[in-house]
C-alpha cells in the first residue's frame, strides 16, 4: 500500500505531496503484486488462501486417524480455492492475448499508417514537380500569348505582302534608275575625257599655228624691213646721182 503524506504550505502557496517510494518503484511493485496476486482491496489475498488450504490439507492426509471424508472435503476446498484462483488468470490471460491482438493490430495500423505517410510524401514530391512544370508551361503559355498579342498588333500578312512587293518594285526601279545612271555617268566620263584630249589637241594645234603665224609674221617683217631699206638705199643714190 502507498504512503502518501502532505505538507501545507502557507496561504496562497501550493500543496506538494511526497510519496513513500520513487515513481519507478511504485511501478515494480504494483507489477509484482499484480503478477504474484498477494494484495486484494478486500478480504485476504487469494494466493494465501491456496497456501492455507494447501498446508491443512497436507496435514490432514499426514495424520494417522481414519480421516478420509475430511481429507476428500479439504481436497475439494483446495481444488475450488484453485478454481477460483485460476479464473482471474484466465480472465488475465484473455486480457492479455486481447491486448497482442490488439497490439498486432497497432503495429499493422501503424505500419499501413507509415506506408500512407510515404505515399502521400511521394505524392507531393510528384505535385511539387507537376507544380513546378505547370509554372514552366504557364509562363511559356504568358510569352506565347504576349508574342500573339505583339503579333496581333502587326498589320495583315497580306497588306505586309503588298507592303514588300511594292518596296521591291521600288528597289528594282532605284536598281535600274541607279545602273542606267552609272551609264550616263560612264558615258559621260568618257565624253569629257574625249573632250579633254581634243581640247588638248586643239591647244596644241593653236599653239603651234600661233608659233607658225608668229614665225612668219617675223619673216614678213624682216623682209619688209629688207625691202624698206633696200629702197631707202635707192632713192639715196638716185639723190646722190
Excluded at 135 to 156: D, F, N, T, V, W
Aim: glycine share 4%; proline share 2%.
Amino acid at each position: 500500500m502507498l504512503v502518501k503524506g502532505r505538507k501545507v504550505a502557507g496561504r496562497g502557496e501550493e500543496m506538494a505531496a511526497h510519496y513513500a517510494f520513487a515513481p519507478l518503484e511504485d511501478d515494480t511493485i504494483i507489477k509484482h503484486r499484480l503478477l504474484t496476486r498477494t494484495t486484494t482491496t478486500r478480504g485476504e489475498p487469494p494466493l494465501k488462501k491456496i497456501q492455507k488450504k494447501f498446508i491443512s490439507f497436507a496435514l490432514e492426509i499426514d495424520r494417522d486417524a481414519d480421516n478420509y471424508g475430511a481429507c476428500e472435503k479439504m481436497y475439494k476446498a483446495f481444488l475450488q480455492e484453485m478454481a477460483t484462483f485460476e479464473l482471474p488468470l484466465l480472465k488475465s490471460k484473455a486480457v492479455i492475448d486481447a491486448n497482442l491482438r490488439e497490439k498486432e493490430n497497432f503495429n499493422e495500423l501503424q505500419g499501413e499508417l507509415h506506408r500512407q505517410i510515404s505515399q502521400t510524401q511521394a505524392d507531393i514530391e510528384d505535385l511539387k514537380k507537376h507544380l513546378e512544370k505547370s509554372k514552366i508551361e504557364r509562363q511559356h503559355k504568358e510569352e506565347c500569348e504576349a508574342i500573339r498579342r505583339l503579333i496581333s498588333m502587326q498589320p495583315p500578312r497580306s497588306d505586309t505582302q503588298k507592303d514588300i512587293t511594292e518596296l521591291e518594285k521600288e528597289i528594282a526601279a532605284l536598281e535600274a534608275e541607279n545602273t542606267a545612271g552609272s551609264r550616263t555617268l560612264e558615258l559621260r566620263k568618257k565624253q569629257f575625257s574625249l573632250l579633254l584630249h581634243v581640247v588638248d589637241e586643239l591647244q596644241n594645234t593653236i599653239e603651234d599655228e600661233q608659233k607658225s603665224l608668229a614665225e612668219e609674221l617675223r619673216v614678213a617683217m624682216v623682209e619688209q624691213k629688207i625691202s624698206l631699206e633696200d629702197a631707202t638705199g635707192g632713192t639715196e643714190a638716185m639723190a646722190i646721182d
